[in-house]
């Protein structure tokens, strides 16, 4: 079946602009999970759904990012008044339920740009 | 922040060679992953540890979860150029269901 999937997959914005990022997880799959990769970093958690609920939102970095997941399924991070620093891969990943015993399948990310 | 000290950063590999990588926290881990990242990809799970001492392997790949539950390490024999990529270790700190990385190991063909 198919994979995580994450559109657009490049994002090129100017800073002080409004995106949206989307994430198409795989189908049944009750947890969903975003990230962000900076250059030569490893992913960084940003923020956990179980279902539709934000479970934990920990991650994100402040109030300028916000997340939903109005269905359980498709999800979207929305990032407002960017800025150059949000430059970045924002991953997603899902998983047939949240906890640590189940596998999280990443999509392919979506490389922002901010100049 | 990330908790997770991965070493080396980088590695130069010829084909055939052995290599290995490892990963250490100061906190305990309930749970070791190691991931594979290609280019334009996001990251597959290798391998998964879910109890201390564990040693588990995946084809060429071995992993181990270190007794002290603050260490990891990941071993790929007999290496092919398919090999190349980005490697991260994994896991979720004790008590703590988010996931967290090291900051990967890059594995690149010896010219």
């Known amino acids: 079946g198919a994979g995580v999937s994450q559109t657009p997959s490049n994002k090129v914005t100017e800073k002080g602009k409004y995106v949206e990022l989307r994430c198409d997880p795989i189908s049944g799959h009750t947890a969903l999970y975003w990230y962000r990769q900076s250059l030569g970093q490893g992913p960084e958690f940003l923020i956990y759904f179980q279902g539709t609920g934000a479970a934990d939102d920990s991650g994100l970095p402040n109030d300028r990012f916000f997340a939903v997941r109005p269905e359980g399924s498709v999800s979207t991070l929305k990032i407002q008044r960017t800025e150059r620093g949000d430059s970045a891969v924002y991953l997603c990943?899902?998983?047939?339920?949240?906890?640590?015993?189940?596998?999280?399948?990443f999509g392919p990310g979506t490389r922002l740009t901010v100049l | 922040g990330q908790q997770l000290n991965q070493s080396p950063q980088s590695m130069f590999i010829q084909e055939g060679e052995d290599v290995s990588m490892n990963c250490t926290s100061s906190s305990i881990f309930n749970t070791w992953l190691w991931y594979k990242q290609d280019p334009g990809e996001g990251p597959v799970l290798l391998i998964a540890?879910?109890?201390?001492?564990e040693l588990t392997s995946n084809g060429r790949l071995t992993a181990q979860f270190g007794i002290t539950r603050k260490d990891s390490f990941l071993n790929i024999s007999a290496s092919i150029p398919s090999d190349v990529g980005i490697y991260f270790c994994a896991g979720h700190p004790l008590r703590d269901y988010k996931l967290s990385f090291g900051a990967g190991t890059t594995v690149t063909v010896r010219a």
């Open positions: 990943a899902s998983s047939l339920a949240g906890g640590p015993d189940n596998e999280q399948f």
């Open positions: 540890l879910y109890k201390a001492g």
